[in-house]
C-alpha cells in the first residue's frame, strides 16, 4: 500500500475491472467511444480468424500484437498476403497491447529511434484514411526540465528534428504553464514543446492491421502455439505448432515477452537476450475539467510521465532502478498483471503528485502492473538471428510498442522481401549480441539498470555498472593497476583512458574481497571497477589524461590493449579460401604470405557488411581483425558465405592483442626481439611470427589502427602477462605510457580514419567515403558489389564523407559544450548532412568532426555531389541549437610534428578524388 503520506492524496477505490488479466482503462473507453468521422472500430469489424493450419506458408510469423501485425500487414502490402501465417496463442492484440499507454512520442533522442517512429506515425494515418479509427490524437508532448543538462539535451532534440522534418521549440518555464496549467512549474528551467507528438490506441490499431492483412490474404491461426523451428542447413525450414506442422521459407519472433523463449525452441537456439521487469501505469477515475486536449507530460527528471485518458489521468515512469519480474520463476503461458508493489512505486508517485498537484484531488481506480521485456544494453532488438539464415526477430521495446510497431513491420517486412532493412539498423541489430548477453542471470542483473535509460540524459559514452568484468583479457588486472578506467563492447572491459591515482581493487579471483563484498557483487550490484565516466555535455574530466596520452603517441611511444578486436581465422586444403576472400573482398587480398591489405566486404547494394584487415599467413590461410562490435557481424556475414571446403574459426578470445605505436616503437621493440626491424627486413603493413623477449612465434604486425608508426602483438594468452611486463619494463627507457580509447579515437579522427559502426555501416559504400582506392575496380575480379560501386563509378555518387574543423575563435573548447556525434551540418544556411564521430583534435588545437553531407534539392532528394559543392559552401556545425563555422575538407589536413622519424606518415586511409 502507499505510504501514509501519499494515503492522503489519492483515495484508491477498486474498479469492476480490475481482474488477474484486463485491458487499459484508455482502451475500453475508447471502444465505447463512437468517431464523429465515421471512421470503423476495428473492434467492432473483426474480419474471421482461420480454424485449419495450412501445410505450408512463406512465412510464419509468431506473434499477433501490433508488431506482428504491422510486419503481417506490410509482407502483405509487398504480394506476399497469401503466402503468409500469423500465429498467436492468445487472440490479436492480446499481449502487451493490452497493457499499453498509447503514448505517440515521435521525436527521441535517439536518431533511429526517431525514424522508426515517424514510419509508424505514417501507418497509423493510412489506416485512417482508408478508414480505420486509430484513436490516433496529435495533443502534442510537453517534456519539462529542472537540470541544466536536461535542457541542452532538448536543445539537442531540437537541432536534430531538422533531419526529420518535425516541428519543436524550447520553451520557458512561464511558457510550459501556458502549455499545460496543470504542470507547477517553480522549479523548472524550461521545457520542449513537440505539437506533433500524441496519443493512439494500441489495440484498435493492432486489430485494424490485422483486419487489413486478412483482406490482402494473410491467414491469422488464434490459440496457437510455437513448440519449436525446424531447420535445415542452417535455413528455417518449418514451424511445429500445437495445431501441426507448418512448412516455411521464413520465420520471425514476434512473441514480445516470450521472444527469448521462441528463440530457445530452435535448434541451434536463437538468443534473444531479453527480460521482463515490473512496469507500472497508475489509473484514476475521471477528473472534473480535465481538458481532453491535455498534452502528454513528460518529466524525465522526475522519472514520470502523464496522459489525459478520456477524462481520467494516465500516469506512470521509469524508475532508477527497476525490479525484474519472474526472477525465479518460469513466464506464465497467458499474460497476467503482477501484484502491485507501493512501496516500489512510491518514488515515482511521489513526483508525479509533485509535478501534478492537481492530481492529489483524484480518486484513485487502480494501479496496474505489468511486465514489460527490456534488453541488456536498452535498445531494441531486430533483424535476422545470427544463429539461423531467415529467421527474424523484433523484440525488447522497451515500452515503446506502439510507437514503434509500425516502423519495424516495415523494417522487417522489407528485411524479409528486399534483403535489407530501408536504412542500417546496427544499433538496434541483433547481431550486435553475443551468447554472453543472453545468460540468464546477466539479464536479471543488468535490466535493473535498462528502464531508467529511457529518462537517462544521454550523457557521451554511458557505461553500466552491473554485468561487468565478464570478459577480460589476461592483463586486465595490470592495467587496473596501472589506473585504466574501463569501457565495456562486446562485454570485453577495455581501458579508455589512465588516470595516476591508484583505481581500487577488483575481485576477480586474483585480488580478493571479503565474503560480504563477493555476495553483492553476485547479487548484481556496482562492483567495484574503475568505470569510465564522461556525464558532461562539456569538455569531459578525462580530457587532461587523453592528452597526455594522445601526446605520447603521437611523440613518444604508447600501449594499447588491442584484445577486444574480433578475430578470425580462415584456411582451406587448397586455394579455396582465397577464392572465397576474393569474392567477399572489394580488395584484392591474394596477396604474398606474410603481407596485410586493409579491406571492405560489401553487400550487393556496395555497402559495408564487414571493414578489415587481411592478413595473409600462408598459401591457403588467412586472418582478418574488425572492429570489436563487428565479432557477431562479421563472423555470421562470413559463415553465410562459406563454402564446405574453408575452415572459418572465431580466434578472438584465444589471443591478447597488445599494440606498440609512437616513434618510438621501433626502438623499443628492438629491445625485446633479435630479429631485425628497419623498413627494408620488416617492411609496413607486413606481418610475421616473432619472439618476443622470452616468448616465441608471437605473430607480430607492422601496422596500426590509427596510422602511427607500430607493431600489433597477437600473443597466445599464456605467454601475455610476459610479453606485457616486458614490454613495460623495456619502456621506462622510452618513457612509454598506456593509452586508452579515447585517445586512440582522437588520433584516428584527426587522420581522418573512418570506423565501423561509426562513420561506416551497411549503406555506406567506398566511392562515398575516399576509399575507391581500396577497391579492385581496375581488375577483371569479380566481387560481392562489384556492379554497385561500378554504376557510382560511371553516374557519382549523392553523400560524401568529410572532415569538419571549428574554428577555436568561435569554438572555445573549455566553455562551450562539446559535438559528440550526431549534430546536423549546414551548408550556406541549408541543412546538408549530419556528424558520425567527433574528437578534440589535439595536434590542431581544434574540434574534428566527421560526417556525411548530401546536396539536397528543393524537394528533400539527394543528387550527385561533387568536389565543387565542398570548397564553395560556408559549413557550419549545429552544436546544442548553436550554429559553429567550419572549415570542410575532403582529405586530411598535415599534422604538426615534434619528432621527425620514419614512420606510414604518406599514408592516407581517406583520399577523395575525382
Keep these: 500500500m502507499p505510504r501514509p503520506s501519499l494515503l492522503k492524496c489519492l483515495t484508491q477505490v477498486t474498479s469492476p475491472h480490475h481482474t488477474a488479466r484486463c485491458m487499459s482503462t484508455y482502451i475500453q473507453a475508447s471502444i465505447k467511444s463512437t468517431s464523429s468521422s465515421n471512421l470503423r472500430n476495428a473492434s467492432e469489424n473483426r474480419r474471421p480468424t482461420s480454424q485449419a493450419l495450412p501445410s505450408k506458408a512463406r512465412v510464419v510469423i509468431c506473434g499477433g500484437g501490433a508488431q506482428g501485425a504491422a510486419i503481417a500487414y506490410k509482407l502483405a502490402q509487398a504480394g506476399w498476403g497469401s503466402d503468409v501465417l500469423l500465429i498467436e496463442q492468445g487472440e490479436l492484440g492480446g499481449g502487451t497491447t493490452w497493457h499499453a499507454t498509447g503514448l505517440m512520442g515521435i521525436l527521441k533522442p535517439s536518431q533511429l529511434e526517431t525514424r522508426i517512429a515517424v514510419m509508424s506515425r505514417d501507418m497509423y494515418l493510412q489506416l485512417e484514411e482508408m478508414g480505420w479509427y486509430t484513436g490516433f490524437k496529435q495533443c502534442g508532448s510537453l517534456y519539462v526540465a529542472k537540470k541544466k543538462d536536461r535542457m541542452y539535451q532538448y536543445k539537442k532534440m531540437l537541432s536534430c528534428a531538422v533531419q526529420h522534418d518535425l516541428e519543436c521549440k524550447i520553451l520557458s518555464p512561464d511558457q510550459v504553464k501556458e502549455y499545460c496549467g496543470l504542470v507547477k512549474t517553480e522549479d523548472l528551467l524550461g521545457g520542449l514543446w513537440v505539437p506533433g507528438d500524441g496519443v493512439a490506441n ?114 506512470g515512469g521509469f524508475e532508477p532502478k527497476a525490479k525484474p519480474a519472474y526472477m525465479d ?190 555476495a553483492a557483487s553476485s547479487q548484481g550490484e556496482t562492483l567495484k571497477l574503475p568505470i569510465a565516466k564522461t556525464e558532461t555535455f562539456y569538455r569531459p574530466p578525462w580530457f587532461q589524461a587523453a592528452a597526455e596520452e594522445f601526446q605520447a603517441t603521437r611523440e613518444a611511444v604508447s600501449l594499447c590493449d588491442y584484445s577486444s578486436f574480433a578475430k578470425m581465422d580462415l584456411w582451406s586444403g587448397g586455394r579455396e579460401v582465397v577464392d572465397f576472400m576474393q569474392n567477399l573482398c572489394s580488395n584484392d587480398v591474394d596477396i604474398p604470405v606474410g603481407h596485410i591489405v586493409h579491406t571492405g566486404m560489401q553487400n550487393k547494394w556496395g555497402g559495408y557488411e564487414n571493414d578489415c584487415s587481411v592478413a595473409r599467413l600462408a598459401e591457403n590461410r588467412y586472418m582478418l581483425m574488425s572492429p570489436s562490435i563487428q565479432q557477431m557481424r562479421s563472423y555470421t556475414w562470413l559463415k553465410r558465405h562459406l563454402p564446405k571446403e574453408v575452415v572459418l574459426q572465431d580466434v578472438t578470445s584465444l589471443y591478447t592483442a597488445l599494440c606498440v605505436m609512437g616513434p618510438f616503437s621501433r626502438a623499443l621493440m628492438s629491445r625485446l626481439t633479435p ?3 628497419d623498413s627494408r627486413s620488416f617492411p609496413f603493413f607486413t606481418t610475421r611470427f616473432m619472439d618476443i623477449a622470452c616468448a616465441p612465434d608471437i605473430l607480430t604486425m607492422n601496422m596500426t589502427h590509427t596510422g602511427e608508426l607500430g607493431y600489433v602483438f597477437y600473443i597466445p594468452n599464456e605467454f601475455a602477462i610476459h610479453v606485457y611486463n616486458a614490454i613495460i619494463e623495456a619502456g621506462k627507457e622510452f618513457g612509454l605510457k598506456h593509452c586508452g580509447y579515447y585517445a586512440q579515437r582522437a588520433v584516428r579522427i584527426e587522420k581522418f580514419y573512418a570506423f565501423w559502426g561509426q562513420d561506416l555501416d551497411s549503406y555506406t559504400t567506398p566511392m562515398e567515403c575516399g576509399r575507391a582506392f581500396r577497391c579492385k575496380m581496375k581488375s577483371d575480379i569479380p566481387f560481392i558489389g562489384r556492379e554497385a560501386l561500378q554504376e557510382q563509378v560511371d553516374v557519382g555518387v549523392k553523400k560524401l564523407f568529410v572532415m569538419l574543423l571549428l574554428d577555436p575563435v568561435d569554438h572555445n573548447t573549455d566553455l562551450d559544450p562539446w559535438p559528440w556525434g550526431g549534430e546536423p551540418i549546414y551548408r550556406d544556411d541549408k541543412f546538408c548532412g549530419t556528424v558520425t564521430t567527433t574528437s578534440y583534435g589535439f595536434s590542431l588545437g581544434k574540434q574534428v568532426c566527421l560526417g556525411f553531407v548530401q546536396d539536397f534539392s528543393s524537394h528533400g532528394e539527394a543528387g550527385v555531389i561533387t568536389q565543387d559543392f565542398i570548397k564553395s559552401g560556408h559549413f557550419e556545425v549545429d552544436i546544442f541549437g548553436v550554429r559553429y563555422p567550419a572549415t570542410c575538407r575532403l582529405n586530411p589536413p598535415v599534422l604538426p610534428k615534434k619528432v621527425m622519424l620514419e614512420g606510414p606518415t604518406d599514408y592516407q586511409a581517406t583520399r577523395n578524388m575525382f
Excluded at 278 to 292: I, M
Excluded at 421 to 441: S, T, W
Excluded at 469 to 495: C, D, H, N
Design 202 to 315: 494500441p489495440w484498435e490499431i493492432c486489430l485494424a492491421l490485422g483486419c487489413e492483412a486478412i483482406d490482402k490474404g494473410v491467414q491469422v491461426i488464434e490459440h496457437c502455439t510455437v513448440n519449436s523451428i525446424k531447420q535445415e542447413d542452417g535455413k528455417v525450414r518449418a514451424v511445429e505448432t500445437s495445431k501441426g506442422l507448418v512448412e516455411c521459407e521464413y520465420f520471425v519472433n514476434s512473441a514480445g515477452f516470450w521472444s527469448r523463449h521462441v528463440g530457445e525452441m530452435s535448434s541451434p537456439p536463437v538468443a534473444v537476450p531479453i527480460h521482463p521487469c515490473e512496469h507500472y501505469h497508475l489509473h484514476t477515475k475521471p477528473v472534473p475539467d480535465l481538458p481532453p486536449d491535455t498534452p502528454v507530460v513528460r518529466d524525465p527528471d522526475g522519472f514520470v510521465y502523464f496522459r489525459e485518458n478520456e477524462g481520467r489521468f494516465l500516469a
Design 329 to 518: 520463476d518460469e513466464l506464465p503461458e497467458k499474460r497476467a498483471e503482477l501484484t502491485e508493489d507501493w512501496d516500489h512505486f512510491h518514488l515515482l508517485l511521489e513526483n508525479l503528485l509533485h509535478r501534478v498537484p492537481t492530481m492529489k484531488n483524484a480518486i484513485l481506480e487502480r494501479l496496474s502492473n505489468g511486465a514489460e521485456a527490456f534488453s541488456p544494453d536498452g535498445q531494441w532488438i531486430l533483424g535476422q538471428a545470427p544463429e539461423l539464415e531467415n529467421y527474424y526477430v523484433a523484440a525488447g521495446m522497451r515500452s515503446n510498442g506502439i510507437a514503434s510497431a509500425g516502423g519495424v513491420g516495415t523494417i522487417i517486412a522489407d528485411w524479409i522481401v528486399k534483403g535489407r532493412p530501408p536504412f542500417d539498423m546496427y544499433g538496434l541489430d541483433i547481431a550486435r549480441c553475443l551468447g554472453m548477453h543472453n545468460n540468464k542471470r546477466f539479464l536479471r542483473d543488468r535490466v535493473k539498470e535498462v528502464p531508467g535509460l529511457t529518462f537517462s540524459l544521454n550523457y557521451p559514452h554511458t557505461e553500466f555498472s552491473t554485468g561487468r568484468a565478464l570478459r577480460t583479457s589476461p592483463i586486465f588486472p595490470k592495467l587496473q593497476l596501472a589506473g585504466a578506467q574501463f569501457g565495456q563492447v562486446m562485454g570485453y572491459e577495455r581501458p579508455m583512458f589512465f588516470k595516476l591515482k591508484k583505481p581500487q581493487s577488483l575481485d576477480l579471483g586474483l585480488l580478493g574481497l571479503d565474503a560480504q563484498e563477493e
Design 675 to 677: 630479429d631485425s626491424l
